[in-house]
T-cell receptor
Framework: SAVISQKPSRDICQRGTSLTIQCQVD?????MFWYRQQPGQSLTLIAT?????????ESGFVIDKFPISRPNLTFSTLTVSNMSPEDSSIYLC??????????FGQGTRLTVV | DAKTTQPPSMDCAEGRAANLPCNHS???????VYWYRQIHSQGPQYIIH?????ETNEMASLIITEDRKSSTLILPHATLRDTAVYYC??????????????WGAGTKLIIKP
């Protein structure tokens, strides 16, 4: 298993500002992902964080809005840019091997006011 | 779109077995069935997965029908701590030795004293 630490655990932000969420894993992992979970909803994949290259975004998500970094095999950041109230969600970091089960961080609960 | 359908909610008495059904009638031969759960305010937690055979671990048992079109997650002795949203997911392989998990709405399981 992998232990994932996400920071911050929650934040309240003003609209128009940006927030960077950090994900630290206690071991080297092949795959890292960022998910969004809107209130009362299921998980939606935002992007795959690729080590040393640009992230791979899912349909409906763009780099300008959700820039992602992954400088090494144990760390990634997701930035939510130019926030609006619609961005209020839980953002989750997930890691796994190629064919192993996925592990999740505790999530970052973001409220935009 | 999610390849699974689950009842939106279920109740179970504490100490009894909780049986959570899942339909995946369009599942392909190389797609696994995964179960995760999400306790309130936490990230999803892996429970169990299977391909064809029934599986059991320290958390639960997974019963897959012979035609693989449905499955049941069994929590043998449910406790109040098992109250959570349970997600049944089909693991879909991608062409580059990768796979994706598409999350459906899940079943909200409430364990009652």
């Amino acid at each position: 298993s992998a232990v994932i630490s996400q920071k911050p655990s929650r934040d309240i932000c003003q609209r128009g500002t940006s927030l960077t969420i950090q994900c630290q894993v206690d071991s080297q992992v092949t795959m890292m992902f960022w998910y969004r979970q809107q209130p009362g909803q299921s998980l939606t994949l935002i992007a795959t964080a690729n080590q040393g290259s640009e992230a791979t975004y899912e349909s409906g998500f763009v780099i300008d809005k959700f820039p992602i970094s992954r400088p090494n095999l144990t760390f990634s950041t997701l930035t939510v840019s130019n926030m609006s109230p619609e961005d209020s969600s839980i953002y989750l970091c997930s890691v796994r091997g190629l064919y192993t089960e996925a592990f999740f961080g505790q999530g970052t609960r973001l409220t935009v006011v | 779109d999610a390849k699974t359908t689950q009842p939106p909610s279920m109740d179970c008495a504490e100490g009894r077995a909780a049986n959570l059904p899942c339909n995946h009638s369009t599942i392909s031969g190389n797609e696994y069935v995964y179960w995760y759960r999400q306790i309130h305010s936490q990230g999803p937690q892996y429970i169990i997965h299977g391909l064809k055979n029934n599986e059991t671990n320290e958390m639960a048992s997974l019963i897959i029908t012979e035609d693989r079109k449905s499955s049941t997650l069994i929590l043998p002795h449910a406790t109040l701590r098992d109250t959570a949203v349970y997600y049944c997911i089909v693991r879909t392989p991608l062409g580059d030795s990768n796979y994706q998990l598409i999350w459906g709405a899940g079943t909200k399981l409430i364990i009652k004293p």
